[in-house]
């Protein structure tokens, strides 16, 4: 089992959609968490961090469920300028290595 | 703040040659980091300094790969001899928390191994 699962898509949506990314995660230490985005051919970028009680950056909603090892991204009202890969990051261990998932992929349409 | 800095951007060579690449990291910053990310993957760790001491390499293909940071600022990762799989961009990123507050990644180096 890999130890950041997301669905890695695509997700195609049209302008002002609304839109969520899930992740799972296989390690209940884990002790941070958060969203980059990584547009093509660029290096990955933080989005935002992801806290247990949720938290919101303008469009961006982030959740975590510590129980269920589980993290979600909510996107609003979608812009072209939103299509990236997300990828779902879990900082794990004493090193405090993070771990990426796969990336989900989203493309915003006209 | 000047950003992670890393060379070069692109390298092309052939299987079985070796092949470096540099990378600064913000100033400050003690913890630096190489990933290796395939193209369709996310990122997967290789190597993490703290200051100029390994913290974990249980990643790095050892019989090829190597990595250092004498010094405690800029680090080399080295490979030899290059296999066709190790085609990837091979990205750096440095932290000041271990990673609490996420990482800044420099741009890569993009490596295609023909």
């Known amino acids: 089992r890999k130890e950041v699962e997301q669905d890695p898509g695509p997700f195609n949506v049209p302008e002002g959609a609304t839109v969520a990314f899930n992740c799972t995660y296989s390690n209940s230490a884990s002790q941070s968490f958060f969203w980059y985005r990584q547009d093509c051919r660029k290096e990955p970028k933080l989005l935002m961090s992801v806290y247990s009680s949720g938290n919101e950056d303008g469009r961006f909603t982030a959740q975590l469920n510590r129980a269920s090892q589980y993290i979600s991204l909510l996107i609003r009202d979608s812009k072209l300028s939103d299509s990236a890969t997300y990828l779902c990051?879990?900082?794990?261990?004493?090193?405090?290595?993070?771990?990426f998932g796969q990336g989900t992929t989203l493309q915003v349409k006209p | 703040e000047a950003g992670v800095a890393q060379s070069p951007r692109y390298k092309i060579i052939e299987k079985r040659q070796s092949v470096a690449f540099w990378c600064n990291p913000i100033s400050g910053h003690a913890t630096l980091y190489w990933y290796q990310q395939i193209l369709g993957q996310g990122p997967k760790l290789l190597i993490q300094f703290q200051n100029n001491g390994v913290v974990d390499d249980s990643q790095l293909p050892k019989d090829r790969f190597s990595a250092e940071r004498l010094k405690g600022v800029d680090s080399t990762l080295k490979i030899q001899p290059a296999k066709l799989e190790d085609s990837a961009v091979y990205l750096c990123?440095?932290?000041?928390?271990?990673?609490?507050?996420?990482?800044?990644f420099g741009s890569g180096t993009r490596l295609t191994v023909v």
């Open positions: 990123a440095s932290s000041f928390s271990e990673g609490y507050y996420g990482y800044t």
């Open positions: 990051v879990v900082r794990t261990g004493n090193t405090g290595k993070l771990i």
